[in-house]
Nanobody, 123 residues
C-alpha cells in the first residue's frame, strides 16, 4: 500500500514555472515507477511524464516535451515535476501515480494515486 501526497500547485502567470512534488509513504518507493498525470474540467485524465524506478529512463507526452522535466529522489521518497514555460492550457489538477511494474504509461496501468494539486495558469 502506497500513499502519495502532491504539493506545489498554485496560480502562475503564462510563461512562468512551478515545481510539483509528490511524497510517498512507502519505504520501498524506489521499486516503483512513477508518473505525473493531469485532468482538466470535462476532460479525461492524461499522461504527462513517467520515470522508471531506477530514474534512468524517462518518458514524456508530446504536449510537454521540452517544457516539463520529471525526476526522483529515492532517498527522500519523492518525485518531482519541473514545469517551465507554462501555458493557460496547462491549467488542470495534477496527480502523481505509482506503478509496481506498469505495462504502459496509461492511467489504467498505475496502481496508486495521490489526491491531486491544482495548477492554474493565467494569460
Amino acid at each position: 500500500q502506497v500513499l502519495l501526497v502532491e504539493s506545489g500547485g498554485g496560480l502562475v502567470q503564462a510563461g512562468g514555472s512551478l515545481r510539483l512534488s509528490c511524497v510517498a509513504s512507502e519505504r520501498t518507493f524506489s521499486s516503483y515507477a512513477m508518473g505525473w498525470f493531469r485532468q482538466a474540467p470535462g476532460k479525461e485524465r492524461e499522461f504527462l511524464a513517467g520515470i522508471s524506478f531506477s530514474g534512468f529512463s524517462t518518458y514524456y507526452a508530446d504536449s510537454v516535451k521540452g517544457r516539463f522535466t520529471i525526476s526522483r529522489d529515492n532517498a527522500k521518497n519523492t518525485v518531482y515535476l519541473q514545469m517551465n514555460s507554462l501555458k493557460p492550457e496547462d491549467t488542470a489538477v495534477y496527480y502523481c501515480a505509482a506503478g509496481r511494474r506498469p505495462s504502459s504509461w496509461g492511467a489504467n496501468a498505475m496502481d496508486y494515486w495521490g489526491r491531486g494539486t491544482l495548477v492554474t495558469v493565467s494569460s
